[in-house]
């Protein structure tokens, strides 16, 4: 019982899920440990780079630079099965479900190489749903972010700005200065955060440690991806109804108006 006085209403929690769930309401984030065993991290850190790389071949490094994207690798459960897996976590889609109900899509999944002594273009305040100045009263979008190497001051861990996600306009350079927490996080654990919450990824001052970060965005299925991922894929998971929805199959536009009525009359 809460010592406490004046008070009819309290918040109702039942153990540790819905203690994470009230802290992502109300601070905007939460720290959820031990999603990714320790044994495997290696694997995940290893594919991450193989993949970055594909990527840096594909598009070369001097034009990823100019558009912002060097050391970043996008849309990883498109090349690699253990991705996949990451992408459908269940214990943090628990979470997402009690976030955004039964029907949502992945937005967008990224892989954050965070370089010693190196700027990286997330190093700058954001939010994940970009150029948007209001706020909803019930999230719109999640972020299940996983730490692949412990995240400490010194190697540039995630900053998060407190129940931003409750803050329309960003707030001054003062405001940011007093009230910005890092994210200490074991590797292994996700920052799970409202897609509405400003934040961006710490310098990495160390000498030579690496930090790594995947970052998942699942939304409310009237967002559109980031990157068309049926497209990408080309019916690959559709026949799976979870992944049909997950991987956006079910929710994004149909070609035609024949299609749209074709779709209802299946249903
Ligand atoms: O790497 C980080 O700490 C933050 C990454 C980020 O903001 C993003 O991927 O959108
Ligand atoms: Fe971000």
């Known amino acids: ?158 900053y998060l700005l407190p129940h931003s996600h409750k803050i329309a306009y960003m707030p001054s350079e003062e405001y940011l200065e007093k009230h910005a927490v890092q994210m200490n996080a074991k590797a292994g654990s996700a920052i799970l955060f409202d897609s509405m919450m400003f934040h961006k990824a710490g310098f990495n001052r160390s000498a030579d440690k690496v930090r790594r970060g995947i970052n998942h965005l699942y939304a409310k299925a009237i967002v559109r991806q980031q990157i068309n991922l049926p497209a990408m894929l080309g019916g690959k998971y559709a026949d799976d109804p979870f992944l049909n929805m997950l991987l956006g199959y079910g929710s994004n536009p149909p070609a035609s108006v024949l299609e749209w009525r074709k779709n209802k009359l299946s249903k």
């Open 1 to 158: 019982m809460i010592k406490s006085f004046g008070v009819t209403k309290t918040s109702e929690t039942e153990g540790i899920t819905d203690c994470h769930i009230e802290e992502f309401h109300n601070l905007g984030y939460t720290i959820i440990e031990d999603l990714i065993p320790v044994g495997e991290l290696d694997r995940f850190r290893k594919e991450l780079m193989r993949i970055y790389e594909l990527q840096e071949k594909e598009f070369g490094l001097d034009n990823l630079k100019k558009i912002n994207e060097e050391n970043l690798a996008r849309a990883l459960l498109c090349y690699s099965d253990l991705y996949l897996r990451l992408a459908r976590n269940a214990k943090a889609l628990e979470y997402v479900k009690k976030l955004l109900g039964t029907y949502f899509v992945l937005h967008l999944q990224n892989g954050i190489i965070n370089m010693p002594g190196h700027e990286h273009h997330q190093n700058s305040w954001h939010r994940d749903f970009p150029y948007q100045n209001w706020v909803s009263s019930e999230p719109i979008g999640c972020n299940v972010f996983y730490c692949l190497d412990d995240f400490s001051e010194e190697n540039g861990a995630t």
